[in-house]
């Protein structure tokens, strides 16, 4: 492992990188945002996460590329919610909704790092009434370089009741090209969420089956991502939500390109794909133009606003003294 200065905030604050490496795979985290900067699988060269080489690069960007994401992964509608019959007014930062978190949430800040073996333990204490949320939150996320991949491990505690449902949101790129149109998805769960015009997925669940939206088996991004469905349209592409069954660590999705192969799994309740469908053409590493469709996420998660619909469970409540354990798996081979 090597730790070496990655660049300076804005306001003067030193941002480091740590690079773990084994004999297939390298993984580069930096200390704002617990971003993952690089993911290299070896034998091909190719890096698969979209990013930047400065921090004038992440501070300039809105797609929370490569970041951790939370207190609350994805949209909260009308920005408020309620807890223990006590309603909360959570950042508005997407018009009406809140979105990520807020526009300070865990993808902005600078975490305290230590090395161990082949992890590097972010962590840091968010204050109560961070963003609007209750409860002073000890956050603790593990990146861990396995052999075949990295296990994410965010761990939180809260003295108070509050909401945690963490994701991680790097933009993946398996042939080192600009459109990830070609590369085959599989998804593990055979219905998904609709959305409405705001991007705000609705308590409505409907099945895969005849539409778009079925990866039940490989199926190229690019077959029927401009089909003349309203759900499509609406999202300019993939931006949607699918409940996974199960419980714990299991697969999620899987993504294959020409060289290698991505495999998400997870102990959270679903996972959201998204196909970059708003990147605006920023410049990434080593001068690319990240343009839309030109990367894929697959981000674990719970159910979208879910914290509001009566209907849906699990909610990503965490009781004050419990720590919660979310995890996320990206697994990498050569194909």
Known sequence: MSKQLFGTTKDGREVDIYTIENEHLIMKVITYGAILQSFIEKDTGIDISEGFEDMAGYE????????????VANRINHACFTLNGKEYHVEDNKGDLSLHGGSIGLD??????????????FTDMVPDGDEGYP???NIKITYTLMDNGIDIMTEGTSDQDTLLGITNHSYFNLDDNDSVLEDEVKIDGDTFACSNERGLALDKIVTVKDTPFDFTSFKKIGKEIDADCEQIKLGNGYDHHFPIPGTGLRE?????GEKVELTTLSNLPGVHLYTSNWLNGMTGK?????IKRSAVCFEPEYFPNGINYPDIEPKPILRAGE??????????KKI
Not at 60 to 71: L, N, P
Not at 323 to 332: F, N, S
């Open 60 to 71: 300039g960007q809105e797609a929370h590329i490569g970041a951790m994401i939370g207190r």
């Open 108 to 121: 902005k800040r600078i975490y305290k790092a230590e090395e161990k073996g082949n992890s590097v333990i």
């Open 135 to 137: 409860g002073n939150l």
């Open 252 to 256: 999620m999705a899987v993504c294959r």
């Open 286 to 290: 080593k001068g690319r133009k990240y």
């Open 323 to 332: 720590t919660a354990h979310q995890e996320i798996q990206y697994l990498l």
